[in-house]
C-alpha cells in the first residue's frame, strides 16, 4: 500500500510541474497570469451623473456588458502598435512602444507605498485610451489615475484617485469624466500636509495639452486644490464642464520663473463650487491668448475676469 500510495504523489507532483510549465510557456514574456473563465464587472459608480450636455457615467468608461478579462501583476506594453482590449488590470501598467491602444479596459493597480499612476505612458509614443476606467482598487496617497504623454484619451472615467491626469507634452483629454478623487489627510509626497487633489494637472517646460469637452467636478472632493492646474505652455482648455478646487483652473508661471505662453481658455461652463468663488486664477506673468465664452453654468452669465496672483 505504502508503494501504491508513492506512486500516486508522484504521479500528482509530475501534473502539477507539467501543468506550470506549460502555463509559463504560455504566457508573453513580461505578461502576468488572464483570467478569461468569468467576465468582470467594471467597479460600481460612485458620484453624481455629469450634467445635462457633459460627459457623466452613462457616456464614459467600459460599455455595459462589455466582457472583461482580469489580469493580474504589473504589465509592461513594449510592441509597437499592441491593441489591448476588455482588460481588467491588476496591477500598474507601464507603456514603452510607440501606438498602443487600450480600449474597454479597467485599471485597478495594487496595494502600493510608492507614487505610481494606474497606467504610466510618459516613456510610450502616441497612446491612445479610449473608453476606460480608473479606479484603484486600493487608494492611497501615493496613486494617480493616469501619467500622460504624447496621449489621446476618449471618453474615460477617472475616480478615487489623487489626481485624475498628470499630463505632459501632447496629451489630449477629451469626452472624459473626471470626479470623486481621493482625499487624504496625510501625503509623503507633500511633507505630510493632506493631498494636493487636481482633476488634470499639467507640468512646467510641457506644451500642448488639450482639455476638450470634459466633465471635470472636484465639488465632491474634500479640499481640493483645482479642477484644472497648469504650468505648461500652450494649453486649451475648451467646452468643459468644470468645478471645484481653491480656484476652478489654475495657471502659474511661478515653477518656469518666466511667463507663460498660449493659454487658451473658451468655451467651458462653471460650477460655484470654489473655495474662494474664484473661477481662473492666472498668475501676474501671464495673460490668456483666448478667454471667450466662459460662462457660470447655472445662470449663462459670463464669469468675472481671472484673479490674479501668484
Request: hydrophobic share 35%.
Amino acid at each position: 500500500m505504502a508503494k501504491t500510495w508513492s506512486y500516486v504523489i508522484a504521479a500528482v507532483a509530475a501534473l502539477v510541474l507539467a501543468l506550470v510549465v506549460a502555463q509559463q510557456l504560455g504566457e508573453p514574456a513580461g505578461r502576468a497570469s488572464q483570467s478569461p473563465s468569468a467576465p468582470a464587472s467594471p467597479p460600481p459608480e460612485t458620484g453624481r451623473p455629469g450634467p445635462p450636455g457633459f460627459p457623466g457615467a452613462a457616456s464614459t468608461g467600459v460599455p455595459p456588458g462589455t466582457a472583461l478579462t482580469v489580469v493580474t501583476g504589473d504589465q509592461t506594453f513594449a510592441k509597437d502598435g499592441e491593441v489591448v482590449e476588455g482588460k481588467v488590470f491588476h496591477g500598474f501598467v507601464v507603456v514603452t512602444a510607440r501606438g498602443v491602444t487600450f480600449r474597454n479596459c479597467v485599471f485597478r493597480g495594487a496595494a502600493t507605498s510608492d507614487v505610481r499612476p494606474l497606467l504610466d505612458t510618459e516613456h510610450g509614443k502616441d497612446t491612445v485610451v479610449e473608453g476606460s476606467e480608473f479606479y484603484p482598487a486600493h487608494p492611497s496617497p501615493s496613486i494617480d489615475g493616469i501619467w500622460a504623454a504624447s496621449t489621446k484619451i476618449y471618453r474615460s472615467e477617472f475616480r478615487g484617485t489623487v489626481d485624475g491626469v498628470k499630463a505632459h507634452t501632447a496629451t489630449l483629454v477629451q469626452d472624459s469624466y473626471i470626479h470623486d478623487l481621493s482625499w487624504f489627510a496625510h501625503d509623503p509626497d507633500q511633507g505630510g500636509e493632506p493631498t494636493h487633489n487636481d482633476g488634470v494637472q499639467a507640468f512646467a517646460d510641457q506644451s500642448g495639452v488639450t482639455l476638450r469637452h470634459n466633465t471635470i467636478d472636484l465639488s465632491t472632493t474634500r479640499d481640493p486644490n483645482a479642477a484644472v492646474q497648469s504650468s505648461a505652455d500652450d494649453l486649451r482648455v475648451e467646452d468643459n464642464y468644470l468645478d471645484g478646487g481653491a480656484c476652478i483652473v489654475n495657471i502659474d508661471h511661478t515653477p518656469l520663473e518666466r511667463p507663460l505662453t498660449g493659454q487658451r481658455v473658451t468655451g467651458n461652463r462653471f460650477g460655484r463650487n470654489s473655495a474662494h468663488d474664484c473661477p481662473i486664477l492666472l498668475s501676474t506673468r501671464s495673460e490668456l491668448a483666448a478667454d471667450a465664452g466662459n460662462v457660470w453654468h447655472d445662470t449663462g452669465e459670463p464669469i468675472p475676469s481671472p484673479d490674479q496672483h501668484d
